[in-house]
């Protein structure tokens, strides 16, 4: 049997082949529009999503339509369609996790004391970026939608619902624990939507899919007559939760950092739900073999993006390799902190209101010094966030997974593992999301399990343990970025 995750992002459909031994075979992608209707607004077709992922399976598949096939989904999280089940068709645009027009919305739900509510029934925070405002945004402005919604011809989703749906030709409307988990209607703790949750914003009940274990085989398949014999849907989560599995943490301690124009940071934290710290969320990491894993997860505005800031707008390198030879000229920074608040400073912090600033400068400051404190300000930030998580949840980190360009940067990673004091694993799996949704399809397919089982397939890339001779000068250094951080944000 041959297994295609599909991994529906933001800006593409991109479908992916593996054989059984987690060996990829074969891709195929296609983007789709992005609609800004209004500043601040941002829109998906979802039908041309839907299309687009028709045309690569079909792309990937070419002639070979007698196999035996699998289908796995990972998708961008909390875009939100809502659709009519008679007509097949949304009955607007997607309201994509972007999009700010559930602000009003959400802003009200604060004033009313809502908040608590719901981070102890969800472990959200209200933010426009979850599903439900946007959710309710459509049923209350588009006609004719709430009084169908009340009549139950309606139905809503996330990405991964709209797609099963579809492929299923209507017969399945189910999704699964993580994604179901970044709406704002789901109890982390019932793992069922919650009634107080919809009623808060006056979602009817019949709308909502039927949520299950991200291993669970949510349906079969012919993807509208291209293959021969149907394919079995199996494997559904999250793109970031994607990622948690694709880098195999499994087990609590273990947490992966996506290193990309900002960061994504996911700590499994186990079976036990636990309350995020302030500016964190907690969410369902994935469920898997009849176990329920949590996740404390922040997001960092400007890492990868501070590099193609000094790059492209101070001029200070030629080419963005030429960033850690130029760092590691000198051999510290010279007492130089770079706070690349650019748009504020997200995850713990949470000052919108900041601005970048580069401190400590003086008469024998030099290029290679500010170059040098742009590098470290990834690895600081990616540590405060650590740091906060772990501490919130009584945890001790085991190892950090790593993925993205900016891990090809040795000093960088160097740095990070001095900075944990654990180990950190540059993973050469690019795509990190899809080959989770694989993993997670072996496990609804009984290919393995157990967790260690699965992870026998890991392929092992570049180990960088901590080094003990740097830990008083590390020390050191990051006390000289909290205090930094301190005069942004004071």
Not at 48 to 66: A, F, P
Not at 358 to 378: D, F, K, P, Q, Y
């Amino acid at each position: 049997m041959k297994i295609i995750a599909i991994d529906q992002s933001t800006s593409a459909t991109k479908a992916l082949l593996f054989d059984e031994q987690g060996q990829l075979l074969k891709t195929a992608s296609r983007e789709h529009h992005q609609y800004y209707p209004r500043s601040g607004w941002v829109e998906h077709d979802a039908e041309e999503i839907y299309r687009n992922c028709v045309k690569v399976i079909s792309d990937l598949v070419g002639d070979q339509r007698d196999e035996d096939y699998s289908l796995a989904i990972t998708n961008q999280r909390e875009t939100v369609v809502v659709w009519n089940k008679e007509t097949g068709h949304q009955v607007c645009n997607a309201v994509v996790w972007q999009c700010m027009r559930g602000a009003d919305i959400c802003n009200e739900l604060k004033v009313k004391s809502y908040g608590p509510m719901v981070q102890e029934k969800s472990g959200l925070l209200i933010d426009p970026y979850f599903s439900g405002s946007g959710a309710k945004w459509i049923l209350d402005n588009v006609p004719g939608a709430r009084e169908d919604a009340e009549e139950g011809r309606l139905l809503m989703g996330t990405i991964d619902s709209w797609l099963i749906w579809k492929l299923t030709q209507g017969k399945v409307h189910a999704t699964d624990y993580t994604n179901a988990s970044r709406t704002m209607l789901f109890n982390i703790h019932t793992l069922d939507w919650d009634d107080d949750l919809l009623a808060m914003l006056t979602i009817p009940r019949q709308m909502m899919a039927q949520p299950l274990p991200c291993d669970a085989v949510y349906g079969e398949t012919t993807v509208e007559g291209l293959f021969t014999k149907p394919a079995t849907i199996a494997g559904v989560l999250g793109d970031s939760h994607g990622a948690l599995a694709g880098q195999m943490c499994f087990t609590e301690g273990l947490g992966k950092a996506t290193y990309g124009t900002g960061s994504s940071v996911m700590v499994n934290i186990g079976e036990g739900c636990a309350l995020a710290p302030p500016g964190l969320v907690t969410s369902v990491g994935f469920a898997a073999l009849g176990k329920v894993f949590y996740a404390f997860e922040g997001n960092i505005h400007c890492t990868g993006a501070t590099i193609k800031w000094v790059k492209e707008q101070l001029e200070m390198l030629s080419e963005t390799a030429e960033c850690e030879s130029l760092a590691t000229s000198v051999p510290d920074n010279g007492g130089v902190y770079m706070v690349p608040a650019f748009a504020g400073l997200g995850a713990p912090w949470w000052k919108s209101d900041a601005r970048g600033a580069i401190l400590g400068l003086t008469l024998s400051s030099t290029r290679a010094h500010v170059v040098r404190a742009a590098t470290e300000s990834i690895a600081y930030q990616i540590t405060d966030l650590i740091r906060t998580m772990t501490d919130a949840a009584g945890i001790t980190l085991r190892e950090l997974r790593a993925d993205g360009g900016p891990t090809k940067n040795h000093f960088l990673m160097q740095l990070q593992a001095d900075l944990l004091s654990v180990p950190v694993e540059c993973s050469e799996v690019e795509d990190a999301s899809a080959f989770g949704a694989y993993i997670i399809n072996g496990f609804a397919m009984k290919r393995w399990a157990t967790f260690e089982e699965a992870a026998t397939i890991r392929k092992a890339g570049n180990r960088i343990t901590p080094k003990a001779e740097n830990e008083e000068k590390t020390a050191r250094d990051y006390h000289g970025w909290t205090h930094a951080v301190g005069q942004i944000i004071k």
